[in-house]
Each structure stands twice: as C-alpha cells, then as structure tokens.
C-alpha cells in the first residue's frame, strides 16, 4: 500500500513538470486557482486506476485568472505568472506571443518560456484590470499551434487611497433654540480604493472640532445639534471639523476631514427694549403739521424681520396732538406733528409710546409681553410769529354798478405773541394790478375803488396781507373772494334757433316742440324764465299756443287739427319769456312752425314744397323711375344737336374714295358784263386782301369777310398782289388735293366807281361826278 502511494506521488510530480500534463500557468502567489487543482485532481484520478488505465489527456491551454499588486515599488519588473502548453516539448520549437491592453507597454512576456511580467507600477484605481490574449506559434514557421484565447491580469488593491470630502468645505444653518437632535447637514466621503476587497473602502465619521454643540452619525455622516436652547444672539457661527478614515475607523487606516460651517438662524425670541424709559424732546411751536418732531428708538436684539418694530402712541395726553411712524431702515420711531402747536395754549404734552414685534412666535409667547413701553414729554418752545387772521379766507359780495369808496367787508388778524404788537393791513398789489379795491390798513376794511362789471369780471381774488408793526418782516396772508352780483340787465331769449314742423295729421292738443331760454346774467343756476303766449295772440291765433311746464321749458301745443301744406306752409308764433331778476325782464321771441307729411304714427316724411303738387298715391319707386326717364331723353336731345353740328362743318369734299380732279360745274348763265350779281367784278381790282383772311371759292367760309382795302391806281401793285396771291396758293398746304379756280380780279372794296353793275345803278347817285373816270385812260378794246 505504502508502495502504492510514493508511486502516485513520482507521477503527480512528473504530471506537475509538464512533461505528461497541458500548458497551465503558475500558481499565482496567493494560492492555486480552482481550475488547477481540477486539472491535477482529474490526472490523480487517472493512475489511481492503474498504469494500463492512465491516458494522456489532450487539452490547449488551462487558464487561471493572474494577479498582480498595484503600487509595486520594486526595483524588477513584478512577476505576474507563467503560461505553458503540452506541445512545448522544451526543445524551444515554441514561441509564446501577448497582444491586448498594455501588451509590449505594460506586459511583457518571455516567448521561450511564456513567463508575464509588469513593466511598471500599476494603480487599480486608474484601471482595475487588462484584458490580453495570447497564442503559441511555432518557432520556425510562425505557423499557430493552439488557436487564440483571452485571459484577464486583475490588479489586486491595497490601501492607498485616503477618504475625500468631494463637496467640502460645507455650509449649513440651524434656527436657534433648536431642540437636541435637531438635523442639520450631511456630509459624504468616498473612497477610492476596492469596496470588494478588505476594508480599504469602507468609511467611518467621527467630529474631530465642534463637540458638544454637534454630533455626526459613524455611518451616515448626519450632522445634528448636540445641545438644547442654542442662543444665535449669544454666538451665531460654529465650525465642525469632522474626519472619515477608511479600514473601519482601525488603527493604520487612512484619513480625509473636511470644514462644516453651521449658522444658527434667527428666531422672534426676543423683544424690543428701549433704551432708556423717558425721552424729553423741544419743539418750535412753529412747526408744520406733518413734519417730525423727535425720534426714539426700542432695539431689538434679532434680526431681520424679527427685528422689525411697531410703535404706537397709547391714547391720552398727546395722542390726537402727535402721531408716530417706524423708519424701515433702522426701525427707529419717528414722531410726528398732526396738529399746529400754540405755544400760548399749551406749553408741554407728555405721553407714553409702546414697542412691539410686527412678527410674533407663539412658540415664545410664554417668555413674557414682547413690547416694552417708553415715557416722551415734548416742550413746546416760543417763536416770534406773524398776525393770524381769525378766518383761514373771506368771501365777499357786491352788486355792479356799486358807487366807489363803498365799502363791502373787513379782516381781522391779530398777534397771539405775548407782545401783542398791533398790525396794518394791505393788499397784494400783484392780486389787485387794476386797483379795483382799497382797504383801511388800521382797521382793515374794504371798499371799493371804481364800478365794477359783473359781465367782465365776475370774481375778483385778492390777498391781503397782515404785518406786525414792531417785526416788518413777520408777515401773513389771507385769500379774499369778490363777488359781483348781477343786476338784471338783460332780458331772456330762446335758447336756440328752434326749427319746428306739424304733421298734417296732428291731432288736437298735441306738444309738437319743448323749447327753453338762456339769459346772460348771472348766475345761470338760480334762474327761472315762464313762458306765455302775447295777449292779443291769444284770441287770433287758432292754430297753436303755448303751454308752461314750469322747469324753465315750455311746448308748442295745437289748438285744431287739419293742417294742410297747400293751404298754408309755414305758421309764425310769438312767445313771450321773463325772467324772475330785479327787476323782470321779457322779450318776445318768434317760433317758425312748418307744415309737414308725415307717417300715420308722426314719424315725419317731408317738408318740401315741391311734394305737394306730386300726383297722390305714386310710390316713391314710380317717381324715382319718371326722374330716370326725362334725364335719358335729355341726353338724348343733347346727343342729337351735337351730330347736327358736327355735319356743318364737314366741307364739300368729305368722301375719302373721291381722290381725282374734279371739275366744278356752275349751271349759271351770265348775265353779260353789266351782270355784277352773279359774279362780283369789282372784287377782282382790289390790291390788298390782308394776308390773315385768305378765302377759298371751294369751302364755305366760317368768318365774316373783313372790310376791303382801299384800291390803289396803280397797275402793278395789282399784278404783283396777284403774284402773290399764286405763290401763296402754290405753298398752301391746307389746299384740297385737286385743281381749283380761283378768281384774283378783285376790285376791292372803297373804290372810287364803286360797282359798275348795271343791276346796281339804282342805288348810284344819279348827281355823282364821274370825272375822275378820264384819268383811267382810253377804254380797253373789246
């Protein structure tokens, strides 16, 4: 048996050199890895079978997980661990090669004997493991032995890492008179190192400063109050060391501390206090209502609006003379003037004033009253004042027309100083430039300087001023209000232009206007006009009268009904106005009344004279039709007479086809020489035809033929007259494109032998001298 078992242990150590197992790595340094002991424990099984019944198992690679320690300080390279496969036969035919994270940089691996080392230190909290690969190649023909496998080299932690406070320093606050226990913060602390690994991760906290007002929790890192009734207003800052250290707080652990700064918040514990109990103040008595007198102030040892402060005066002595106010700024009490002081009156006012909290805490209500109360005793200090008018202003009246010097009133002013100077009055001359008052300045009475007129001033406003004579300079004024009243001057009038109308179907007794009146005098408000119809209007007028609503208005009432358009349009009634002045004043005022159309319910149609004489029953559509007619067939006529003008001044050739040489034929038959009518001869022996009026035989002239020229003697002013006229004919360029006659034998007209038609001898002076014929010359030959 003995035998038996040194046998199994030569081959377990043959099995263990790699000469009969597969590759495996070392062990690592801390121990043997599961999958190895498998692998041994499975070739043990095999040879406990017997010699014969021991087989050669076939596998690759038997992998373990390495390990290597962070921080390695050494002065080699760290050994991680060995890789080996069965077909390394020692013979050095195999080549081991690394590839992955840190492969050549990091790791390195001995390609003979597949041994791993660390190049440098590592830190697992840079990187807390590598993942490489690795392979077998042969030497020779770099040809892969066993296929590619992944494996992982962990780095093992130490404890290097100290607790850090990430969010230090902290600040934090706490109310005072907080009750123990009472949270304040926490704070946390981590740890770099491995949480799985040891007790390198794992914190502790403890207080290190700040005990015994604060403690922390071990675990947690709560901070909370250690220490009942903590008052802010006997220390307000605390600071709290507090220190995490890792290895559960053991000795040889690391350690981090950070800074905690607690402030104790505010709370109303505490009331206002004064800071003595009486305050004297002095006061002119010339002071103005609304301005401060004093200032006190209670002080309150909170802050905040725990700190602010109410002031109120308690009801007695001073309280409907003073009032009091807290400045916001430094809650300070400021007391203030509500009414004017008399230092002849009264001389001191004393009262008392109470400080309170405007924020109350229920949870202190017990401590005792949060105010505290205050003694103020105010002086009231002489001043040198001016004159005071018994009436803070005067109103006055007068009629117009009042005679100058008369006098309308009086002020009173008088010194209340225990001088008692006597006083002079005046008016402001800057009230009164146009001088219309005088006032006494003894007595202070005051008239009138001149008529006034109410219509061009109504009101005057002046200011008189009161002076003391022994202090010029001690002035004071008072506002004087004149009224001038009315004098009934004018008389009333219908308020406006009334333009009244009547429905022809009126009936009887029906209000067909509501008029009123306007007067000028003044004033407007209290006036009162009646309204009537005249006397003898009253038994003529059939038609209408006048009713009184007594409001100062009054209506238009009919007294028929039947009014017709035809027979009468417009009706004229007088009224009557008077006004209730001093004396009445009237007038008669004329309401014009027109007769209308209107609706059966007396909404009005027209009041046109034209639509009386409009047929009866046409419909408002029938006449707007008949308008639309007769405006048609005006346009029409218009039309018409425009074409008929239009054809009058065609001319004679106003066909555009008829473009060749036309002959004009006359069907006359001439009378012979002696015939002047049918052709003028004498027209023909004119010299000068101006040049402005050229006539044409073929158009029909528009204008009058002007008066002819005087006919020259000479023969050659008529040949060259002619010439001309051709040269003129030749460049007319508004000439018709066609041959024309045209007649130069012009005699003109003031010729001495005038016509020598035999046709007008009658109207020859048979007694006309016709001398002057022989210097013509010999008669032409026929």
């Given amino acids: 048996m003995l035998t038996r078992n040194c046998l199994l242990l030569f081959l377990w150590i043959l099995v263990d050199a790699g000469s009969v197992s597969s590759l495996r790595p070392p062990l690592p340094p801390l121990g043997r890895s599961r999958t190895g002991r498998e692998h041994v424990r499975s070739l043990v099984g095999s040879m406990r079978n017997g010699a014969a019944g021991f087989q050669r198992v076939k596998r690759g690679w038997v992998w373990n997980q390495f390990f290597v320690l962070e921080e390695y300080m050494g002065s080699d390279p760290q050994y991680v661990g060995k890789l080996h496969t069965d077909l390394d036969k020692g013979d050095n035919a195999v ?51 066993e296929p590619e496998s992944e494996f992982v080299i962990k780095v093992q932690d130490i404890n290097d890492n100290e607790p850090k406070f990430l969010e230090g320093p902290y600040t934090a606050s706490v109310p005072e008179m907080s009750p123990v226990g009472t949270y304040v913060t926490q704070v946390t602390a981590t740890d770099a190192d491995d949480p799985t690994y040891g007790n390198s991760a794992r914190v502790v906290y403890s207080i290190l400063h700040g005990q015994p007002y604060f403690s922390v929790d071990p675990k947690t890192g709560v901070i909370k109050t250690a220490l009942p009734n903590m008052d802010r207003e006997v220390k ?30 505010d709370v109303n514990d505490n009331p206002p206090r004064f800071s003595k109990s009486f305050f004297h103040l002095r006061v002119p008595e010339s002071s103005a209502v609304g301005s401060a007198v004093g200032r006190i102030k209670a002080h309150d040892l909170d802050i905040g609006k725990n700190a602010e402060v109410e002031y109120t005066i308690v009801p007695g002595d001073g309280g409907a003379m003073f009032d009091i106010t807290t400045n916001e700024h430094n809650q300070e009490g400021i007391i203030i003037l509500k009414r004017p002081l008399d230092y002849e009156t009264k001389k001191a006012y004393t009262f008392k004033v109470d400080a309170s909290n405007a924020h109350l805490d229920p949870r202190f209500q017990s401590f005792g009253a949060f105010k505290d109360t205050a003694t103020v005793k105010i002086n009231v200090l002489d001043v040198d004042e001016p004159p005071v008018f018994n009436k803070p202003s005067y109103v006055m009246d007068v009629y117009e027309d009042t005679p100058a010097g008369t006098i309308i009133g009086a002020v009173t002013a008088q010194d209340l100083d225990a001088s008692s100077s006597p006083v002079r009055y005046s008016i402001d001359w800057k009230s009164d430039l146009d001088s219309y008052f005088d006032i006494d300045p003894v007595e202070g009475t005051i008239s009138t300087n001149e ?29 004087v209000t004149v009224h001038v009243l009315d004098i ?23 209000v067909i206007q509501t008029f009123s009146a306007k007067d000028q005098d003044l004033p407007t408000s209290g006036q009162q006009f009646s309204f009537k119809s005249p006397k003898e209007d009253l038994k003529t007028n059939k038609n209408f009268t006048i009713r009184d609503f007594g409001n100062n208005t009054a209506g238009i009432v009919t007294k028929r009904s039947g009014f017709r358009r035809r027979l009468q349009e417009i009706y004229f009634l007088p009224v009557v106005i008077e006004d209730n002045g001093y004396p009445p004043k009237s007038s008669t005022g004329t309401l014009t009344i027109r007769v209308c159309g209107c609706e059966s319910d007396g909404s009005l149609l027209t009041c046109s004279a034209e639509a009386i004489f409009l047929p009866v ?46 002959v004009i034929h006359y069907d006359d038959e001439g009378g012979g020489e002696e015939d002047t009518h049918a052709f003028d001869m004498g027209t023909l022996r004119n010299p000068k035809v101006v040049k402005e009026n050229l006539y044409r035989r073929d158009v029909k002239p528009e204008l009058k033929r002007d008066p002819r020229p005087p006919v ?16 003129e004919h030749d460049i007319d360029n508004s000439a018709p494109p066609y041959d024309s006659l045209a007649t130069y034998a012009y005699e003109g007209d003031g010729s001495v032998a005038e016509s020598l038609s035999s046709i007008e001898s009658h109207a020859i002076d048979l007694e006309e001298d016709y001398d002057y014929l022989n210097d013509w010359g010999p008669l032409p030959k026929l």
């Fill in 95 to 145: 080549k081991y090669t690394l590839s992955g994270e840190g492969a050549g940089s990091i790791f390195t691996i001995d390609q003979t004997t597949g041994d791993i080392h660390a190049l440098r230190s590592l830190d697992r909290e840079e990187k807390p493991y590598y993942t490489l690969r690795a392979q077998a190649v042969d030497i020779n023909t770099n040809r892969p032995l």
């Fill in 236 to 265: 307000e800052q605390y600071q709290v060391l507090i220190q995490a250290k890792d290895m559960g707080g053991q000795l040889g652990g690391l350690a981090g501390t950070t800074t905690v700064n607690i402030t104790l918040s």
């Fill in 617 to 662: 029953g046409l419909s408002t559509g029938a006449l707007i039709a008949i308008l639309l007619c007769i405006i048609i067939l005006l346009v029409i006529v218009v039309l018409y007479v425009g074409l008929r003008r239009q054809k009058k001044k065609e001319t004679l050739m106003s066909s555009k086809e008829d473009i060749r040489d036309n």
């Fill in 712 to 727: 020259s003697q000479d023969s050659a002013d008529i040949r060259d007259f002619i010439n001309q006229r051709l040269k």
């Fill in 451 to 479: 008529l006034l007129d109410r219509e061009s001033i109504a009101q005057h406003n002046i200011s008189i001023v009161a002076t003391k004579l022994n202090s010029p300079v001690l002035t004071s004024r008072v506002a």
């Fill in 488 to 510: 009934n001057e004018f008389p009333p009038e219908l308020a406006s232009p009334y333009e009244t109308f009547v429905c022809e179907n009126a009936k009887v007794g029906q």
